[in-house]
């Protein structure tokens, strides 16, 4: 073998002493960090969050908010990704020196920001530039003390960051998951406590973990983690996509029943507040199903979803209550009895399908861009619609249908009073539509849809007709758009053209992008995570006290996925190993470097191809 | 095979223009493919060489003439319903569904088709012909080798089941060692008894084993003829083989 192989063939650990790190990179990790740090402050997040306590005493959510960036990006100065066949860097002391100089530049920021705010006054274009900012930066010292405070204390976490690097895997793994589960049990105060009562002793009565209670959360979970907890959920997860046939499918079962189960159950012990929060997960994960088919399956990204879910919210208004608009002709019944509901969701997905069809028909001709553009304008069409003075008489304007009643089917009753009704009834339609998706998905339209995602004109050379198969994917997303808006109808008891802006659209969007699209799973988990953490357009999540920055943190993520992560939380493998394709092939492409012998040329290569070819072809 | 005298051409094109919005791409052409023929179409770049396939395929509409099929004239009818006729396309540079499975791609060759066990036969029959794309059946096409995904193009071409073949250049951007091996497979292809109407710049392997052939220039067919007398024309030498050898 060459030289080649000798000298890069296997990595060895270059050890280089402490302060010889790359000082560029720490300049620039370091202004990232300082913009970052000013911008949170600026948003009004650290002064806004301060009354909440994460850990009584010392730590609010606004000081967290804060205090979260230097650590991570502390940790993320150092970490490089390693390519095969180069060398790695040893771990060591350089790690730590590198993650505090970011840090304490990262500090600087904000230090001179305190000096900055107490000096001059922008209050006029920055709203948050106010005397509570410096107060709180300053920790109700003097601004000098704040000043060095802040190098100080982001330069430590900087330091703590860049210290993960140095311990081993394993140590490194239980550290996160007992800092992230002390957060967590933090966090969700409110929500453990409402399931289950007698978690309170973990909280000061002022609300936040105790002092005593972090130490021990976090002690526990790091036992745990050594002890393999984490290890053998992944495990299962790769065992079970590794599985196929009967073994696979019994496996699917037994998780769906024991899903069904704990859906069941769940409701039945949690308070009212934690119904209520589920069942608005539910409603926008029926939305983001439905979406998941055009945008994830078909490829056409619709930005004006919301539509069908007015179409569907104003039909079933329409139909059961009886403050609907005066022009209604008296054969148009109002079924607030007993199965009423029933009926007026079989109209409703009738006018939903019809909505499809007429939005989807000029809208499906177009493409890409464009017909990203028109969507967003057709959304909006609806709702003005709702709105409009000229149809008034129906849909009473801007006043909106009052006084719709809840789902009464005879035997058990659905209202917005009682959340888990709700909850219940969304679960039904889901799981309607998880298998509606599902089977759809494995079927000859499901394979069309994809056809036409990949390559419309290839798709149509292949004799699929391209406008009907992306018109079925409007008609089924509106189909089950609509049966959410006919359960938020009978929810809320009353819709508004304010129920349905372009918002919603864009956060079904983001849940469909966030969660993985084109995965029925990763669609459930990212509306868990996003409406039920961070909560819906107008529905508060978990994190009530982000409500302001909900938006932020949407957009936020977005990005960060995108550039990321780009397959979403739930990858679906084929289309992870697609999206990663790039480093995959550079990784190959090292190793081959490697291991390439100098005699193998690219004539040869091509002759190995052309053997292929021709394998029954008699060629050469 | 060549064409028996006297049968209906399999496709036709008669007196044909196209146009792309206010540009005049196809100026009056007149084809005709017989069944089991395999002819060609040469001509240089821009020479609406694609556009004579789409047309053909019905994915361009003729703004005037007839697409005639099977004797029937074809033009209002959709792409669909002239692939279940047995037209198909390779499309130029294959364009396979990238981030779909090789196998995905090839079901997706049988679209219109119901017969399931045909299709398995027809699956088994491609493996054997290219025992390469059965090795790689769960892989993404888009990161198959080029000449892997030739084969897999041809692949989901013949899964239609076709009785002719339209094949846009067909050795582009493949190695020279791959061009000879896949004209002699697209030969083989033809042996079958199906037509193959190659679209192709290399027109001296061309027409070396094609039937007949045509020269398209701006739009116009320039030259007609046997695939022999083309070899020997000395206006195409010269224009035109120059350049190709
Ligand atoms: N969709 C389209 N819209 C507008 N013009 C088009 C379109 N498709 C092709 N053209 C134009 O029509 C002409 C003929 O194109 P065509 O693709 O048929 O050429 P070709 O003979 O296949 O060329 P090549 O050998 O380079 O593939 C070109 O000038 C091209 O720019
Ligand atoms: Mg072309």
Known sequence: ?620 | MTRQEGSTPLLEFRDINTHYGAVHILKDVNLAIYPGELVCLLGGNASGKSTTLKTLLGMVKPTSGEVVLDGEVVNDKPTSYRVERGVTMVPENRRLFKRLSVKENLELGAYLRDDKEGIEADLERIFSMFPRVKERLTQKAGTLSGGEQQMVAMGRALMARPRVLLMDEPSMGLAPALVQTNFELIEQIHQEGIAIFMVEQNANMALSIADRGWVLQTGKVVLDNTAEALLADPDLRRSYLGQAD
């Open chain 1, 1 to 620: 073998m060459s030289a080649v192989t000798a000298s890069t063939g296997m990595p060895t650990a270059v050890s280089k002493g402490a302060f010889d790190v790359d000082w560029r990179q720490i300049a620039r990790t370091g202004g990232l960090l300082a913009l970052g740090l000013v911008f949170i402050a600026l948003t009004g997040m650290p002064v806004g969050l301060d009354e909440r306590t994460v850990i009584e005493p010392w730590l609010s959510l606004g000081l967290l908010s804060l205090t979260f960036l230097p650590f991570v990006l502390g940790y993320t100065v150092g970490h490089e990704k390693v390519l095969e066949g180069v060398a790695a860097k040893a771990k060591g002391a350089r790690d730590v020196v590198a993650g505090a100089a970011v840090g304490a530049l990262g500090g600087l920021g904000l230090s001179v920001l305190v000096v900055l705010v107490d000096n001059f006054d922008l209050r006029d274009p920055l709203v948050n530039w106010s005397p509570q900012l410096v107060e709180m930066l300053s920790f109700d010292q003097s601004v000098g003390f704040g000043f060095v405070a802040w190098i100080a204390i982001s330069g430590a976490l900087g330091a703590a960051g860049g210290a993960l690097h140095v311990l081993p895997h394993q140590v490194r793994r239980a550290v996160v998951a007992a800092i992230l589960a002390v957060l967590l049990t933090a966090i969700f105060e409110s929500f453990l406590t409402d399931v289950i009562d007698q978690l309170e002793f973990l909280y000061a009565s002022r609300g936040g973990l105790t002092n005593v209670w972090a130490v021990v959360v976090f002690v526990v979970a790091m036992a745990v983690s050594l002890s393999g907890g984490g290890e053998k959920l992944g495990e299962r997860r790769a065992a079970y996509q590794a599985a196929s046939g009967p073994a696979k499918n019994r496996q699917t079962a037994l998780f769906i029943a024991a899903f069904s189960l704990a859906m069941i159950i769940i409701p039945l012990v949690t308070g009212k507040i934690t119904q209520e929060l589920m069942a608005n997960v539910g409603i926008f994960m029926l939305l983001a199903l439905g979406l998941n088919i055009v945008v994830g399956l078909a490829g056409i990204l619709d930005l004006g979803y919301v539509a069908f879910f007015a179409v569907g919210g104003y039909t079933t208004a329409v139909l059961t209550s009886p403050n609907r608009g005066p022009d209604w002709p008296s054969w148009v019944p109002t079924l607030d009895g007993p199965g009423g509901w029933l009926i007026a969701l079989a109209v409703t997905i009738v006018m939903a399908i019809f909505a499809g069809l007429v939005i989807g028909a000029p809208v499906i001709r177009m493409r890409g861009d464009y017909l990203a553009i028109v969507t967003l304008g057709f959304g909006e069409i609806i709702r003005l619609l709702f709105l409009s003075d000229w149809l008034g008489g129906y849909f009473n304007g801007a006043q909106g249908i009052t006084n719709i009643p809840s789902a009464d089917f005879g035997i058990f009753e659905v209202k917005g009073t009682d959340p888990r009704s709700v909850f219940y009834l969304v679960m039904v339609l889901a799981a309607i539509s998880i298998y509606i998706s599902w089977r759809l998905e494995h079927s000859r339209l499901g394979r069309a849809w994809m056809a036409v995602r990949e390559d419309e004109s290839v798709a149509e050379a292949m004799g699929i007709n391209t406008v009907n198969v992306k018109l079925m994917a409007f008609v089924v997303g509106a189909a089950l758009a609509s049966f959410a808006g006919a359960v938020f109808s009978a929810k809320v008891g009353s819709i508004f053209p304010t129920s349905f802006l372009i918002l919603v659209s864009i956060v079904i969007l983001v849940i469909v992008i966030v969660g993985g699209m084109g995965n029925i799973v990763g669609v459930m988990v990212g509306a868990l995570g996003l409406v039920g953490v961070l909560g819906g357009p107008k529905q508060p999540g978990l994190l009530q006290e982000f409500s302001e920055y909900k938006l932020l943190i949407y957009g936020a993520l977005l990005i960060w996925m995108m550039l990321n992560r780009p397959e979403g939380l739930v990858p679906n493998v084929r289309r992870s190993r697609e999206l990663h394709q790039d480093e995959f092939l550079q990784d190959a492409w090292l190793r081959g470097e490697v291991d390439r012998d100098e005699s193998t040329t690219e004539a040869e290569a091509s002759a190995n191809l052309a053997d292929g070819l021709g394998t029954n072809g008699g060629a050469s």
